[in-house]
Structure formats: C-alpha cells, structure tokens
RNA sequence: GGCCCCAUAGUCCAGUGGUUAGGACGCGGGCCUUUCAAGCCUGAGGCACGGGUUCAAUUCCCGUUGGGGCUACCA
C-alpha cells in the first residue's frame, strides 16, 4: 500500500486552528502507517486573506508537532492555470457550460421559488433562470460569463463511500450547478481542490466533517474529468465548550496551536491528546492513554474513528482552564516523564528566554542540573513551571510569592528570628544532606517550641519563595547549602518587606 | 427553510441483543506528608425522549427532541 497518499491543505488565511492540526495529524499518520506520501498544500487563492505571515505559521506549526511533509508545501495559487484548463476541458466535453445569469438573477430566482414554496430551489440547467436565446443575444455583445458545471441529473444519486461516515447517496437534484469559473475567469475553490487533489495524486482525502455535504459536487467533477475518485474520510469537528465551533476570535487562544507551544506544551503531548479526539486506540480491552509517536503510527486506524463531534472544554477567563483540563492532564504526564534528553531540547529555549539558561547546566553542574529538575518536575505542569516555579532552583534572582509569604512566614513571627538560627546550624554542619538539615531543623523546633511544621513551611518559603513544592530537606540538598544559608538569612528581610 | 450528519456521566473515549455499562480528565471524600495542581485509596455521576422488533433493548428499526455541517461568482 505505498501508494496512499494523503494530504493537509489549509488556507493561510490567520492562525493554525487546533482543528486543523487534527487533520493534520491524522493524514498524516495515515500516511506514516502505510509507509505512503504526506502532502502538504497552502490553499492560497483568497488573496484578500492569505498571507505569508500566516503561511509560516503553519509551516511552524506543523514543524513543531513533528508532522513532516514529503511533498510541498504544494502552493495552490500555482496551480490557477490547470484549474482553468481543467475548466475548459469540461466546457469542451458538454460537462459545464457558460451562464450569463447574473448573480444578481440567479439570487432573485432563489428567493422568488422560495416565496414560492420551494425552499430547495436549486439552479438546474442552462436556462433555469434566463432563456437560452437571451443568454445568446448578451454572448453576442460580450457580456461577462461564468463557467457552470451541468450535474448529470438523470443518472441517478451521486454514490460514494465516506470511510468514516459510510455509504453516501446524494440525490442530484439537491445539488445547483455550481459555478466553476468566475466572471473575471478565476477557479473556484470546488474546482480547485479536485484538480489539486488530481494533479498530486491525493488516494486519500481526510478532512474535516464540514466538507462531506460538498463532497458529491466533487465526485461529480472527478468523473466528469474521467479521474479516478479518491477514498474520502471526513473527521468529526472539534467543537467549543459552547457547542458553536471554534474561532479565535470568539474563543481565544486555546484554539491556536501556536498557544500551546507558547504555554510550554510538549508537542507530543499536544499530539498524544488531540489524537484522541474523535479517533480511539481501543483494542482487547487498552484503557491506556498515553501513546508515543510510533505506537499512534502503528494503531492508527480511520475504521476506528467515531463520527460524533467533540467538544473542547476551556474557559479563556480561567487561568487554569486556559485549555481543556485533559490536554493539560496529559502535558503534566509528558512534562513529568519524559526523559531528560528528549526533554532538553525544548526546556533549553524556555530558560534561556527566561534568562535562566547556565552553559555550565551542560558542562560542570551538569548532574545537579539534571537531578534538579527531575525533582522539581514531578508536580509541574508545563514546561513554563521550569522558569517560574522552578526558578529559585536555577538562580539566585526569583520571587517570592505573597501568599506563600503570608502564609508560610508572616503567620509565625517568630520565624524571623528562628530561620537565621537554622541558617547559622546549617552553616555548621559538618555534613550536608536533606537528613542532616532535617535533624538541625526538627532540634530548632524542639528547643524553640515552635512547631517543627511552621519551620518547614517557613523554610520552604524562604529558600524558594513558594508554598509547594517539593520536600522541604531534599529540596535543600537540590538548592546546596550556600544559597540555603544565604535565604534563610534573607528571611527577616523578606517578612519585613512583605509586613510592611 | 431544504439536504446531510450526529446522540453512552460535566468533558474525551470504550462497550454489549441478557454486563455490577468500563477507562481517562474533572469533581467530592479519605490516607500520607512539612506543603500540593504530587502520590495512594475511595465516592458521586451516564445509555436524550417516545414508539416499535424481540423472551429480552443502552445495543436493531421508526419518529421526536437536541446538537452540528452544508446550502455563495469564500476557502
């Protein structure tokens, strides 16, 4: 089966919608399964709306989810000339015809069958809505024209077989001769997409459930061409919470791929959940969630995709729902489990632009630098955790959260006087480890009468300005006693700074 | 409006003509602990409704309702 070849054709028209990265997920495991080809095709007619900036963020996108192309990116606005040739060929074979209906008429004879009570009127034929000699007499003054395709309406429905959505019969009649060419002579985009699909090859046409009731237009015009029809498979759409389908400009970031690399999401667990949207692995009883890369390739499957809608569940008002609980619930698994070297390459860009990148991270502390976040990540997030919870781990420079510090520090007073005590026994310890600091704080406590949960807390705070985190002694051992005894002493100004 | 598609917890997915209808996320409770958006245990919560078919329907059929898509000289 080396010959399937699939396809992902966006339209560079603003960001790279979640929705679409589905799609693209999808060919493209399609394609990777059966060792096929994925092309990649910019659908860049709308001039008005296509840009290069666009462009490049899908290029972006689709680099960063790992979704490479074998093909493209495949610039549909190049292949304008065949699209009109294609046009003319069906003119010449009697499968389309012009019409000099203006758009204007063909709407008024619309609206005029709808008052009628025929609500489906459809534009069926040369002459449904101006007489063939008036057509005549405005060709002969050069009056403008549109290409229209004439659909065959007394073969019967118009058959096809959607992998997903199975057996299709669209009768005929509910379907207009659709225009081809515009007046000025360009394609449209029905046209388009057939001849694009033709000219490349395309065995497999995966796309979005809102192009399936347009389908038999397009199954129309491969036969009327004499081309082979693709295999189609239409994929539920992903949904807002709302249940309206998702837009940027309604919804917000969660539906920009681009968010998800800017929040600290790992690609493979962007990849990991959206695959799971629409499409499940199940098999002899997997109730497992988690997937790499080759495990999706390898059970991927379009017979398993259902054909209801998803829905995305976030609230862009909600910090913590920015996006949908379970995407963040699978990053969290990646982030926490993902191995280091893997984990590298796309923590290092997070904390260089946080400023807390150290060529030594890579060199001399190298072993610190590595069982410091192992330490760290098991209660993060996202990879942003590393640079903002995680920063008093990395550097000398980081905040400290007033809420910790209310809690932790300002509630027991005498702390202020208690955490330079610890700071000057752990200074002396003869040996330094999360045990020999717990033995010194837990004696503290008992000598000062100050619960030895208070100290903790209070140290935690201290040394990393946050209220959770990892155990208080072994995160002693990951800072290293130098800046431990350095915070500890700064408590007292801290808790002034933040009483005051 | 017309045509098409869909319907298992709040969400994402499994599943079956006879099941205690399963998992994940989220939510509640408990345990642990110095903390928790950590870990462990545990609980609540579902087959949209109405007709059929059948000994038996969540499952098959029809309808209703609800949701979605398409319906352009947009892509």
Known sequence: MSSSRTRFAPSPTGYFHVGGARTALFSWLYARQHGGTFVLRLEDTDRERSTQASIDIILEGMSWLGLDWDEGPIYQSQNLPDHVAKAAQLLATGAAYRCYATPAESGAAREAAKAAGNPSWKYTGPDCVIALDEQARRAAQGAPSVVRF????????VQFRDLVYGDQAIDPNELDDFVLLRTDGSPLYMLSVVCDDLLSQISHVIRGQDHLSNTP?????????????????????????????????????AVSVTTYRDRGVLPAAMVNFIALLGWSPASEGETREIFTRAELIERFNLERINRSNAKFTFDQHDARKWTDPKAQAINAEYVRTTPLDELLPHLRPVLLAAGLWQDEFDGAQRDWFRATLELIRERFWTLLDFADQGRAYLSDEFPYDPKAVQKNLLKEPRLAALLPQLADRVAGLTAYSADTVEEALRALAEESGVGAGALINGLRTAVTGQA???????????????????????APAVMASAGA
Do not use: N, W
């Open 150 to 157: 004439r659909v065959p309406r007394s073969t019967g429905p």
């Open 217 to 253: 237009k397009q199954v129309l015009l491969y036969q009327a061409l004499g081309a082979p029809v693709p295999q189609f498979a239409h994929l539920p759409l992903i949904m807002a919470a709302g249940g309206e389908k998702m837009s940027k400009r309604k919804h917000g970031d």
């Open 468 to 490: 959770v985190g990892p155990g208080a002694f072994v995160l002693c051992e990951a800072v290293g006693r130098e800046r431990v005894v350095a915070r500890l002493r700064g």
